[in-house]
């Protein structure tokens, strides 16, 4: 029908499927002819076949997939009429809470690809789309990886970028193996920015944005955004440490924090992997914070006094309209 995305892997195409008294909608990716090597052609065949292995509710289903007369791939996946979770926040003016249940959304769907041992690797806010009632979906598994399969696709080249920067794990720039975790490192950028307006790490260059992702300490983010608590800002710590094996173990666990993080604003130890379990002695003891009332989830989203950029996007609006949980 018309191109609704384009990008340096392919074209994404809105397309309708007609059949014996149906007509059904689909986003069909394809590679251009010019571009289809060995790799696009490999890759497309991944997507469809990981993919197929995921249900979820939140994951955008595979629907069809093959190759063009050319010999360029194609893969139909289900039409998600929406807009990406930064716009949809952003146009509906959602509060911090209602951000962060949109955000819960993800994390259940990104849980439920690690149960099916599936590495998303490219985890950002335009991968990510928002029905009209609130409803997420993940996209783009172009790149994905089963875990334990450690064949190698480069994320920074001579040719440019094969991941977005912003969103990348050290490990993951550093060309190391990858796992879950640094799904989660990308994970916790967005929730960075979902709540702030801003990325934790910025630069002129890509290459530059990348080495701050190895090197440089993430900002606080209720030094941009004082009503976040301080219980949801130790989950985004805890999620952007630099070493896999001081993050959460599993997209699960992070759920889990994250929900008693909304639930107990000023007394929540996210470094204790198991929250419920009854403390034994005086070191298993919640790390202190300074109470806050669950009213303050409720304050507006910080904007912060910076001009939009490349690598900054648009302050956010702020009230409260109904979203689903």
Not at 39 to 56: F, K, P, T
């Amino acid at each position: 029908v018309r191109r609704i995305g384009s990008g340096g892997m392919g074209q994404v195409w809105l397309a309708e499927r007609e059949g014996d008294g149906f007509r059904q909608q689909a986003a069909v990716k394809t590679v251009p002819g010019h571009l289809a090597d060995p790799e696009a052609v490999r890759r497309a065949g991944r997507e469809r076949r990981l993919l197929a292995r995921l249900e979820h509710p939140n994951i955008a289903r595979v629907i069809d997939g093959g190759s063009a007369p050319d010999g360029s791939p194609w893969v139909a996946m289900e039409y998600i009429q929406g807009e990406d979770i930064e716009t949809w926040c952003r146009n509906r003016a959602v509060d911090l809470r209602g951000r962060v249940r949109l955000f819960l959304q993800v994390l259940a769907a990104v849980a439920a690809a690690h149960r099916a041992l599936v590495v998303h690797r490219d985890l950002k806010p335009s991968n990510v789309l928002l029905d009209e009632t609130g409803g997420a979906f993940i996209t783009d598994f172009g790149i994905a990886r089963v875990i334990g399969d450690q064949s190698h696709t480069p994320t920074i080249t001579t040719q440019g970028v094969v991941v977005t920067p912003i969103y990348m794990s050290p490990e993951q720039a550093q060309g190391q193996p990858m796992d879950g975790r640094s799904d989660l490192y990308a994970l916790g950028v967005m929730l960075f920015e979902l709540l702030t307006g801003r990325r934790p790490f910025m630069s002129d260059t890509p290459y530059s944005i990348a080495v701050m992702q190895v090197t440089a300490p993430p900002p606080s983010a209720r030094a941009i955004n004082p009503n976040i608590t301080p219980a949801v800002e130790q989950v985004i710590f805890k999620t952007l440490k630099k070493r896999p094996d001081e993050r959460y173990p599993t997209a699960a666990e992070m759920v889990e924090s994250l929900r008693i993080a909304i639930e107990n604003p000023g007394g929540f130890n996210p470094n204790d992997t198991q929250p419920h379990r009854k403390p034994v002695s005086a070191a298993t003891q919640p790390v202190p914070v300074t109470p806050i009332q669950p009213q303050q989830m409720l304050q507006p989203v910080y904007t912060p006094p910076r001009a939009p950029s490349d690598f900054m996007p648009a302050p956010v609006s702020a009230s409260m309209p109904s979203v689903r949980p």
